[in-house]
C-alpha cells in the first residue's frame, strides 16, 4: 500500500511517518501504524532539553471512522534520555491527549455530538463506554469553558437550588444576572456553598469584593451563607419565590376551608394560576366565588392580586404599601396568612429591593429549561460530577 497518501490524510510529517496500515475486514478494523523517524532527538518534558530515545511502546487511540471501518492510531511514544532529569515518558505528539482513548479530533466530534445528544446515545453510536466519553467531557468543560471564563466583571449573581433527579439531591446554582451563564455549580444547598463561590471566584481571576447584588429566595441557609462570606453584597428576594410563598399560603386557606366547603373541591389551580391563563369556565367559577367573598379562600385570593399590584407602582410608594397591606392580611385572621406577614416582615428589605431594583431570577426560567436540557443530556450519569458537568456545559452560552 502507498502510505504517502496515508501521511497527507492524517496530517503526519516529519520526523512522523505512517509505517503500517492494516486492515481486518471481519471486524471492519483499520489500525495505523505513526513511528518517529530513526534519531529523532525530542525535548525533555521536564526542561526541554532536546535528548536521545531511550525506548518506545506504542499506545492505540481512536480516529474518525472511515466509511464503516474504525479507524486506530497506534502511536509510537518515545521515553526520552535527559542527562539532568533521566528517563521521562514523551506525551505531545500532534494526534491525541496524554491519557485520551481518542484522538484529538474524535475528542472534537464527541463534544459536538453532546450538543445535540444524550451521552448514553453517543455511547450506543460510537461503541464507546460511557466512562471515556465522560472523561472527554470532564476535560472540556475544564479546560475549554471554565478556564477560559471571565469572572472580573462579575458584580450581580442570581442563586438558584434544584435538584438533580426527582426528589434525589439537591445543586446550588450560581449564574451572572447580566449574561445568564453559569459562575458555578455546588452540592448542596447549605450555606457553605457560599463559601465555596467565593473561593471559586478568588481562584478564578473574580474578586468577591466585586460582587454587589445576590437574587436568591428566602431560605435560611442562603441568607446566612450571603451573610458570612458577601457582607458587603444586597440581597434581593426572587420575585417568583416570594409570590410563590403567597400561593402556598392561599393554598393552606383554601385545604382547610375545603373541609366545610365542598365546592372547593378540585379548585386548587383556580386560585394559584393568572387570571389569563384560566380558562373561560375557570374564569366564570373565580368570579362565582369571588362574587361570595365571605369565602375565606375568596379573600385571600383578593389579598393575594392586590400583593401583584406592588410591582406596577411607584418606587417610593412600595414601602407604605406593604404596610398597608399587611395590616389588611392580618385583620383577615387566617393562620397562613399571618405566616406568611411575618415572613414579609423577617425579609422586608429584601423584598422593597426586590421592587425598587427589578431584578429578579428571571434566568431561572432559562435556567429551568437548562436543567431540564442537562437532565436529558446527562441521562445515565453516574455520578452527581457528571451532571454538574453538564450544567457547566448547557450554561455556557
Ligand atoms: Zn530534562
Redesign the pocket.
Known sequence: MNLDGINVLLGVKSPWQVTEVKVQEKNQVIDVFIDFERGTHFP??????L?RIHDSSYKRVRHLDVIDYRLYLNIKVPR?N?????V?VFHADPWSRQGSHYSRKMEAKIIRFCKEMSMTAISNELGEPDNNLWRVFHHHVKFNILEKFNFKDVTRVCVDETATKRGHSYITIFSDYDTGLVLYVAKGRKMEVFDEFYGWLWDNGGHPGNVELFSMDMSVSYQAGRKAYFAGAQVVFDRFHIKQCLNDAVNKVRTEEVKSEKTLKKTKYIWLKNEQNLTAKQKDMLREFLHESSLDTARAYQLKSSFDMLWSIQTRAVGPYIEKWIEKALGLDLEPINDFVETIRDHFDGIVQSIVTGVTNAVSEGLNSLMQLARARARGYRNIENFMAMVYFLGSD
Open positions: 525533555c518534558p521536564s526542561c526541554g532539553n535528548c526520552v535527559c542527562d539532568r532529569c533521566g521521562k
